[in-house]
């Protein structure tokens, strides 16, 4: 089975997707220009140490750059990779992750929500909270284990807030899980559109 939004490996009989997450389109972004930065900065290198050191003939000079040239493929294409294969599922009884490992293999890691404690959003700065893009870290109760951090999410606090949601009810009243609508990672008023306009023209 292919991830995909509507289902994923692993899923259980009537697990229903809330969210399917991907990684925000500017972590492509950044990526590209750390790949294009290091691959200038290594040719700028051996271009330098072309000129200092007589002992490097034509050969190893172009060597040198088909080397530099094959490691900015495999950058480019490993980051490609990760893009593509970066998932989590938010579904009504846990958070399932994917995530590719160098060089063909793939991660998968789980927490119930009766394993959770709580979840956190966190912006390293302030330009990527003016962009309302964090990281999520949801917390496990077992202190020994890592917290599962979901990267470059898009309206992470309201993100972080929704599963709070989802794991205060699956310990209060799992039956009332069954009622809470997807996440929709847009601003609010703009989330449910077809119920909100129906809202508004009830309050007229």
Known sequence: MLNSDTQFPGQQADERILYCFRPHKFKKFAGFVNVVLITAALIALFAYAAQTIDVLQEDWLLYGYAAIALLAAVLLWWHLRWCATFRAYITDRRVMRFEAVFPVMEKRRALY??????????APNFLWRMMNV??????????????????YAHYFEDLASYIDKLVFLRKSNSSEIANVRPFVARPYGKRYPAEE????????
């Open 134 to 151: 964090g990281t999520v870290e949801v917390m496990p109760f077992v202190s020994d284990l890592e917290n599962l951090e979901l990267t």
């Open 197 to 204: 306009a129906a809202e508004g023209k009830a309050r007229t």
């Open 113 to 122: 929500w009766t394993e959770v404690t709580k979840a956190k959003g966190v």
